[in-house]
C-alpha cells in the first residue's frame, strides 16, 4: 500500500501536524512511533487493522507506505489513512480542533 498526501504546509509545520497525528495514534491505539528525521516508522493497529508504514515528510507532501492489510479491507485503511492526513495537515484547522475531533 502505496500513497502521497499533497500540503501546503512548510516542511516543519507539516513535520509538527504529522508527529500530532502520530501521537494521537499512540495514546488511543498503542501505535509504535519511531522518528528518524523526517520520516516516522508506524507499528501497530488502528480499529482492528495491523499495518507497518513508513511516512516521509517532504516540501509539499507525505509519502506513506505500508504493509497491504489485505483485500477486504485495503480501501478501508488506505481511505481512513488519508483522511486523518488530509485533516491533519489542513492549514485552517488548529491543533484545537484537531484535538478535539480526534
Do not use: C
Amino acid at each position: 500500500m502505496k500513497f502521497q498526501q499533497p500540503h501546503s504546509l512548510a516542511k516543519d509545520e507539516a513535520r509538527r501536524r504529522v508527529e500530532r497525528l502520530t501521537r494521537h495514534w499512540q495514546q488511543k491505539h498503542g501505535v509504535n512511533v519511531t522518528w528518524d528525521g523526517d520520516a516516522a516508522r508506524l507499528v501497530g493497529a488502528v480499529n482492528g487493522i495491523s499495518f507497518d508504514a513508513k511516512v516521509v515528510i517532504s516540501e509539499r507532501q507525505v509519502d506513506a507506505e505500508g504493509t497491504d492489510p489485505g483485500i477486504l479491507v485495503r480501501a478501508l485503511a488506505t481511505a481512513y489513512f488519508k483522511r486523518k492526513l488530509a485533516d491533519y495537515l489542513d492549514p485552517k484547522k488548529s491543533f484545537e480542533e484537531l484535538d478535539r475531533q480526534a
